[in-house]
Every structure is written in structure tokens, then in C-alpha cells.
């Protein structure tokens, strides 16, 4: 090994220590001992010297010991005429700069309070505050299951700049291609990553997966405090065990870093620092190598590695598995992109969600009627409108093949959702006749058109359920006419989908099925599906479970033995609960189907509707995606969705379908479908036959006539005299909430 490395390192990590252990004192000499120090909204301390010491620093005099531990750590000076031969040292001195900078990082928060936006997942560019900083724990749990589960094969800590921002947008994109999380640090010569992403107007932020950390190398502290709390929550290791921690970060969580820039001594010794983890140092300048293996699994440090090679070469020297199979599209590609988001300004055009009508249905086909791969735009498309334009849009599937059934139908239709979604400036929200695609300008500028939908989902649904298909056909429309045909049908089909189901009852089956299809977002949720509560999103019911785990017997539905009924009343099964400790990784162990009052299920952000007590009226009202303005509740929908889809139980809220509100057992346990007394009026419309099969079946055939709309009011105070003056059961019964 080079003696030069072996002296920066070494010498790096006495300049951290030291500047560490002065920014200490001052702190206390200004705060006191006492003052408490730690990152936002986390249960982890200071997660690298929590998981690895198992010390938990909380105050300034918690850290002072570290402190100690770090210059103990510290190895001989490197002299002129002798060798260190061994990486030993090496490793001591890159630990030491580690843990002596989130000590320093854990003061920064002290001194400028305002510096990093904690619990927040995009940084305010506007108000140029970009740096996040640690990440809390409610974005580690959203995101660290992904490096376990393996839709992020891993994450690039880039510190540095690039040498324009072209290069780093360049650089950066490509490990968005390949899923990869990038993590950016520290500057070069007062310049950033970061930064020359904003400039190159790249979206950054959790949400595209390119998170700004901090303009300083300690910052890169936080890439390893993340890995750290991952193999803590994901990994089940005790704090302490720094060994199978260290060997837990080798195997599982693939990071490597890459140096953008000169590598200063500081810079050498974050690079030994990250050997320990197994993350190993791909750099574009000409810094000496530590090729021999040893601790990484190949080489520790490669250098001079140019910049249109470097997403490669940091993939082979970590080892990385990434599989992508290429699109034929003009859009970047991939499970990265499904979080971004098209902001108003970025809009180039809209279709659905409220402006105009889109549906999507998939049917089968006979074989000789589709030709495989054929997209067909029928109407208007890109190039006939302007900026800021709606047009209505169908997504017409057709598939054809031995194996396929009309049961796999809705199966293969709620794909189409997160398939649009990872395309790059594409935005797809709902499903069925609620669906809703915005399209960015940037997407438009690269030459996207609508047939690019067409391509995607024939190129995916083939990869992903080749098995049960053989063709498949895709016809956009956006001619208002053919818009508002397939609609028509559509709506005949949902309803005879989820007509399947109607003569079943929960207690007709020992059998659910979950549903997980929606962690990537809500990590903690799971739907579970009985007969009678079909799935939140309304696309899927006790049915298509069956049908989609016949498809993929390892896919998001499983059976759920229900086992022993521990509360009829407010539907509660053993088997379920075991199911949902285990899905949901031990965060919730129990729920309710029956209730809203007692440990709801939980609720994802796509559910259609969701419901919400109102306790003047001793009943629930419930609000659908469509509804925009206010509700009795206090809340709006996209208000209540932000507040409890997180994959939570919260009691006095639950999600639900539109379909689940006229099923026998929509909240049975607290008075069941006699409680509602309002829901938007276009709603109520919507349902009105299933609204009055259910009441008469229940013996008030009026019933229909007292639920409340906003006509009525959109307070408890206004609709509370006209249930009164309609006699609304729910006015009668015992007090909802006991
Ligand atoms: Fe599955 Fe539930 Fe998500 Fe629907 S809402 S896709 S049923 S997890
Ligand atoms: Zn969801």
C-alpha cells in the first residue's frame, strides 16, 4: 500500500479529530455540559457511534468520552523511513474521523438550528435551502426498506463537484437509471454537487432519490449514519456488535463513494473511514490506489477514473447486481422516478384529475383479434397541443394468450399505475375511471409522445407477466367521444369485477389475501382483504388477490390464514395480526376491519375515499378522491390523505373503497353503514342503487334521502339540524365513541 495514502488518511483524520474536539469545548463553554445534542426526530442518537459503540450521545458531556475514544483511535503519525504495511491504521484513523465528525455534525444543529431542514423529504430551493441533513426516522423507514427489499440495489455518496454541471447531472442521472440512491457531500472549492444539479435543472430530494446531505465532508456522515440505522430497524443487530454492523453494511447495503475533485487529507480519511463498511473510493483524480482486497470485496481505492466511466467502474468495484432492460422511449426509465412529482410551473399537459376524464381498463383478447406491440393513438397527441393543455385520455390494453384469464384482468390494470410512474417527468396518480397523468415539460423537451405509454406498458407487462400473456395491444385515446365510450364500458366491467364478490362473506373462507403493493410508499402498510373489505384502492378485491397470487406466487398478495377470531364484533383474526407483524417489519402488530373507533386497519395515500368521525353527529361522514373542497371533518381529502396514508392505524379515520361503503361490513363494529351521515354529492350519485339496496336491505329504503351533501353544509354545525330535522338513525344510536 501506498505510504502517501497511509500519511493523508492518517493525517486527515488527526485534522478531524482535532477541529472536532475544539468545536466541542467551545460548544461547551457556551452551552454547558447539559445542552442536548442529537439529529431530528429519531430514535437512534448519533446513529454511527449509537450502532457501532452502543453509546448514546445525548449531551455535550455524552459526546466527551467519544471524543476521547476517537484521539485514543488515532495511529502513530506516518514516519518517513519506515512503512505501514498494513491497512490496520489505516481503518483506526478513518473510524476516528467518522465518529468525531457526527459529533461535529450533532453540534452544527446546536449552533445554526436553521442550517438543515430536518423531516422534510425536497429541499426549499427557492429559499436556497438545500441541505437536508440526517435524515429522520420516518424517511429512514420509507427508504432504508428499499436497500433491504432490493428496489434500491444501493446508494453513490458523491462528494465533491463535478467539473461542470452537465458532467454531474450526466453522472447522477445514470445512477438514477439504475435505481441507485446518490447521496451528495461536501464541496470543491466552495462548489457542489448539489448545486450543479439546480443549475442543470435536476429535481432533487428523496423524492428522485438524490439527497443533499451537506456542503461539508462531514455531511457524508449521514450517508453511513443511513446505512447504520438500516442494518439497526431492517437488520435486527443490537447496538454495539460494530462487527456483524461493519459486516452486515459488506453484504447488504452496496454504497461506494465517489470523489469529485481533488482529495485532501480530510477527504483520505473519509475514504478509510468507509473501508471498515466495505464501501470502498472511486475517484477521478489521480490519487494513489488501494487496489488489494481485503476488507471491500475487490479493490479499496481506484482513481483517475473518467467521468463517462465512472457509474460503471463503481459498479463492478462494489459488486453490484443492477439489472435494467431498456425501454424503447425517450425518457429515463425506472423505480426511482416514482416518487417525482410535475410541479405546476413544470406542467405541459394535464389529462384526468378533475380537468378532464381518463380511464384505463385491460381486457383480455382473443389472439387473432391484437397484434402484439401495436400502440395506437387515436386523437390529438403531443405535437397538436400547447403548454398547459388538457386532453381526455383512454388507456385501452388488450392481451391475448393460453394462460391468461379475465380473473388476471384487473390484476395486470393496477400495473399501469406505477408503470407510467417511473417514467422520468411523467406523473400517474389512481386508477380505473379516477385516473390522472400530469406530463413535464422536461419530459416533452426530450420527446415524449403518447404512444411512449403504449410502448412502456407493453415492454413491462411483458417482463413482468410474460408467463400468463402472449400479446399485447395498446390503444390511447383522446378524442372526448372514445374517451367517454370506454368509460361507459368500463364502468359496466368494475362493476361486474366487483360484483364477483358479492355473494361472499367473511365467514364463508378461512382465507384472505394481503396486499403490499403499496410500501414503496406507505412502508408499514398492508392491506388486508377479506370478501367483505376489498382493498382501499378499490382495484383490488378478495377476487383479484386470489387470481394475482394464482400469477405470482411470491408477488405483494399472499394468503392470509385467518385463524382464530379473537373479536367478532370489530373483525379481528389471529392469523391476520401475525401476518401484519411480519409484513409491516413488527410496527403494527394488530387491526381491526370492522372499525374506525378501534385500531382501524391502516391507510395508504391511494385509497378512493376515506372516512371520518364526526362526533356532533355521532356518525361518520366519508370523502372521495374527486371531492376537493372541504368537509365536515375539518379536513380536505388531500389533507386527510397527507395525514393519515402513511401506512398507520388512526383512530377516527380509515381508508376504504368506494365499493366497501355499501358492503355488509363497512364499520359493522361501531353501528356499521347507518352512520353515515354525509359524503359528496356526486358520490352518493355514483353509488345510489348500492346506497338503496343496502338500506333496504337494512329496512330504511329512504335512507338515501338523509345522508347529508355539501348542499346541506360542509360543517358539523350546518348538517347537524337537517339529520335532526331528516331523523337520521345515526342520531339514535348509542354514542360512537363509547
Ligand atoms: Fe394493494 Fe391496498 Fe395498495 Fe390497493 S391500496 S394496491 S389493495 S396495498
Ligand atoms: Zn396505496
Redesign the pocket.
Known amino acids: 500500500m501506498s505510504k502517501l495514502v497511509a500519511f493523508a488518511a492518517i493525517q486527515g483524520g488527526y485534522n478531524i479529530v482535532s477541529k472536532a474536539e475544539g468545536k466541542l469545548k467551545r460548544a461547551i463553554d457556551k452551552y454547558g455540559p447539559k445542552q442536548e445534542i442529537g439529529f431530528p426526530n429519531t430514535a437512534y442518537y448519533l446513529p454511527v457511534i449509537y450502532s457501532l459503540m452502543g453509546e448514546k450521545v445525548e449531551t455535550l458531556a455524552d459526546a466527551e468520552p467519544v471524543m476521547k475514544r476517537c484521539r485514543a483511535l488515532l495511529p502513530p503519525h506516518v514516519k518517513k523511513d519506515c512503512h505501514t504495511p498494513y491497512l490496520g491504521p489505516l481503518l483506526d484513523a478513518g473510524i476516528a474521523a467518522i465518529f468525531a465528525e457526527e459529533i461535529s455534525e450533532a453540534i452544527k444543529y446546536v449552533e445554526e438550528p436553521d442550517f438543515y431542514q430536518p423531516s422534510v423529504e425536497d429541499p426549499d430551493i427557492e429559499n436556497g435551502k438545500i441541505w437536508l441533513g440526517a435524515a429522520d426516522d420516518a424517511i429512514m423507514r420509507k427508504r432504508g426498506v428499499e436497500f433491504v427489499d432490493g428496489t434500491a440495489p444501493g446508494f453513490a455518496a458523491i462528494v465533491g463537484a463535478a467539473p461542470n454541471p452537465e458532467i454531474a447531472k450526466d453522472i447522477v442521472e445514470e445512477y438514477q437509471k439504475k435505481n441507485l440512491y446518490i447521496f451528495l457531500a461536501a464541496n470543491q472549492n466552495g462548489t457542489t454537487v448539489a448545486e450543479q444539479l439546480i443549475e442543470a435543472g435536476v429535481q432533487i430530494g428523496w423524492g428522485t432519490r438524490i439527497v443533499p446531505f451537506g456542503p461539508d465532508i462531514s455531511a457524508a456522515v449521514f450517508a453511513v449514519g443511513f446505512a447504520n440505522r438500516a442494518g439497526l430497524s431492517f437488520g435486527g443487530i443490537e447496538p454495539g456488535d460494530y462487527k456483524r454492523m461493519l459486516a452486515y453494511q459488506k453484504d447488504r447495503i452496496f454504497a461506494f463513494i465517489n470523489a469529485l475533485g481533488d482529495v485532501n487529507a480530510e477527504w483520505a480519511a473519509n475514504a478509510a473511514g468507509a473501508i471498515n463498511w466495505g464501501f470502498p473510493t472511486i475517484a477521478d483524480t489521480d490519487i494513489p490506489e488501494v487496489l488489494p482486497w481485503g476488507v471491500c470485496t475487490y479493490e479499496h481505492v481506484v482513481a483517475e477514473v473518467p467521468h463517462d466511466q465512472i457509474v460503471a467502474r463503481s459498479i463492478e468495484v462494489r459488486g453490484l447486481k443492477v439489472t435494467v432492460t431498456d425501454i424503447d422511449i425517450p425518457l429515463t426509465y425506472g423505480p426511482a422516478f416514482e416518487g417525482e412529482r410535475v410541479r405546476k410551473d413544470d406542467l405541459y399537459l394535464e389529462m384526468g384529475g378533475g380537468k378532464s376524464q381518463m380511464t384505463e381498463l385491460l381486457r383480455i383478447a382473443d389472439m387473432g383479434a391484437i397484434e402484439d406491440g401495436k400502440v395506437i393513438v387515436k386523437g390529438p397527441d403531443v405535437k397538436d397541443i400547447k403548454k398547459g393543455d388538457t386532453l381526455p385520455l383512454g388507456v385501452f390494453v388488450q392481451v391475448a394468450g393460453r394462460e391468461m384469464e379475465e380473473d388476471f384482468e384487473p390484476i395486470l390494470e393496477r400495473q399501469i399505475h406505477h408503470l407510467i410512474n417511473y417514467a422520468q417527468g411523467i406523473m400517474h396518480i389512481g386508477q380505473r375511471d379516477i385516473a390522472w397523468v400530469r406530463v413535464g415539460d422536461g419530459a416533452i423537451e426530450r420527446g415524449f409522445s403518447l404512444k411512449d405509454i403504449g410502448t412502456i406498458l407493453h415492454a413491462k407487462l411483458h417482463q413482468d407477466f410474460g408467463r400468463i400473456f402472449d400479446k399485447l395491444q395498446v390503444t390511447l385515446m383522446t378524442k372526448q367521444k372514445d374517451v367517454d365510450e370506454l368509460t361507459k364500458t368500463a364502468k359496466e366491467v368494475y362493476s361486474a369485477r366487483d360484483d364477483r364478490i358479492e355473494g361472499m362473506t367473511d365467514e364463508t373462507t378461512d382465507t384472505y389475501y394481503s396486499c403490499t403493493?403499496?410500501q414503496s410508499?406507505?412502508p408499514t402498510?398492508v392491506c388486508a382483504i377479506s370478501p367483505e373489505r376489498t382493498g382501499?384502492?378499490g382495484a383490488y378485491n378478495w377476487m383479484d388477490c386470489k387470481a394475482s397470487y394464482e400469477i405470482n406466487p411470491t408477488g405483494p398478495n399472499q394468503p392470509i390464514p385467518k385463524g382464530e377470531v379473537l373479536d367478532e364484533k370489530f373483525g379481528q383474526f389471529k392469523g391476520v395480526n401475525e401476518f401484519i407483524f411480519k409484513a409491516s417489519r413488527g410496527k403494527i402488530d394488530h387491526y381491526n376491519f370492522y372499525s374506525i373507533v378501534n385500531d382501524p386497519m391502516t391507510t395508504?395515500?391511494?385509497?378512493e375515499c376515506i372516512a371520518a368521525i364526526l362526533p356532533s353527529c355521532n356518525g361518520v361522514m366519508t370523502v372521495d378522491r374527486d371531492y376537493i373542497e372541504m368537509t365536515p371533518c375539518g379536513m380536505k381529502f388531500s389533507t386527510l390523505a397527507g395525514t393519515i396514508g402513511g401506512g398507520l392505524s388512526s383512530p377516527g379515520f380509515v381508508g376504504h373503497s368506494k365499493y366497501n361503503v355499501c358492503q355488509r361490513k363497512f364499520i359493522v363494529g361501531d353501528g356499521g353503514f347507518f352512520r353515515m351521515v354525509w359524503m359528496p354529492k356526486h358520490l352518493k350519485e355514483e353509488i345510489k342503487e348500492r346506497i338503496i339496496a343496502r338500506s333496504t336491505e337494512l329496512g330504511d329504503p329512504d335512507f338515501y334521502d338523509r345522508i347529508a351533501d355539501e348542499t346541506v353544509g360542509t360543517t358539523e354545525e350546518e348538517i347537524l339540524p337537517w339529520l335532526q330535522d331528516k331523523k337520521h338513525p345515526a342520531l339514535e344510536m348509542e354514542s360512537m365513541l363509547g
Open positions: 403493493l403499496c410508499f406507505a402498510h382501499l384502492c395508504c395515500g391511494c385509497c
